[in-house]
């Protein structure tokens, strides 16, 4: 079954940078894109960006452009998502999710979570 | 970017109650709408897919309709494992995928 498990909780300072992982499994991870979604505490889910798997192309949100980079390892089907420059209004549960093309496109797959506290 | 905004915000309901949540876009989407389902502390759930196409495994009392701006979400009996927010998301114009504020179902 199509699965994607992401790594555990991070505390990080303000100016650190935090990466994510996505471990996926169950599907061809080069057919799919992967999206990283963020939900600050009480607030909408927000895009951050998404990564073709196939040749790597990445898309970014303008809002995160600068400070967010999106890599995938295909020896180990995973997708990595790296914030820098840390503020702690971007404490946040972050998600992966992949992407079903289709007729039209939806975020079909998603991982569980990962908490990332930014606090000094 | 196009904006998506949902309404109401939140709802108060009773298990049995039919329920209906709706979707709009800034601009014509098509049919380029997915809902999704969030529990506390769960990531979201795909229900509804291209407007009204229904998620595998999903439960038949979900439906989803319209096209263009205007959306709607129906639960046409609410039980009580239904009790969560709501969002709508537009994949027409991507980047950026827009997602709606939510609306929270919770119990009467």
């Known amino acids: 079954q199509v699965q994607l498990v992401q790594s555990g909780a991070e505390v990080k300072k303000p100016g650190a940078s935090v990466k994510v992982s996505c471990k996926t499994s169950?599907?061809?991870?080069?057919?799919?894109?992967v999206h990283w979604v963020r939900q600050a505490p009480g607030q909408r889910l927000e895009w951050m960006g998404w990564i073709n798997t196939g040749n790597a192309n990445t898309k970014y949100s303008q809002k995160f452009q600068g400070r967010v980079t999106i890599t995938r390892d295909t020896s180990a089907n995973t997708a990595h998502m790296e914030l820098s420059s840390l503020r702690s209004e971007d404490t946040a549960f972050y998600y992966c999710?992949?992407?079903?093309?289709?007729?039209?496109?939806?975020?079909?797959?998603w991982g569980q979570g990962t908490l990332v506290t930014v606090s000094s | 970017d196009i904006q998506m905004t949902q309404s109401p915000s939140s709802l108060s309901a009773s298990v049995g109650d039919r329920v209906t949540i709706t979707c709009r876009a800034s601009?014509?989407?098509?049919?380029?709408l997915n809902w999704y389902q969030q529990k506390p502390g769960k990531a979201p759930k795909l229900l509804i897919y291209?407007?009204?196409s229904l998620q595998s495994g999903v439960p038949s009392r979900f439906s989803g309709s319209g096209s263009g701006t205007d959306f709607t979400l129906t639960i046409s009996s609410l039980q009580p494992e239904d009790f969560a927010t709501y969002y709508c998301?537009?994949?027409?114009?991507?980047?950026?995928?827009?997602f709606g504020p939510g609306t929270k179902v919770d119990i009467k």
């Open positions: 998301q537009q994949s027409y114009s991507i980047p950026p995928v827009t």
């Open positions: 601009q014509s989407i098509s049919n380029y």
């Open positions: 291209a407007a009204s």
């Open positions: 999710a992949r992407y079903r093309l289709g007729a039209t496109g939806s975020l079909d797959y």
């Open positions: 169950g599907y061809t991870f080069t057919s799919f894109a």
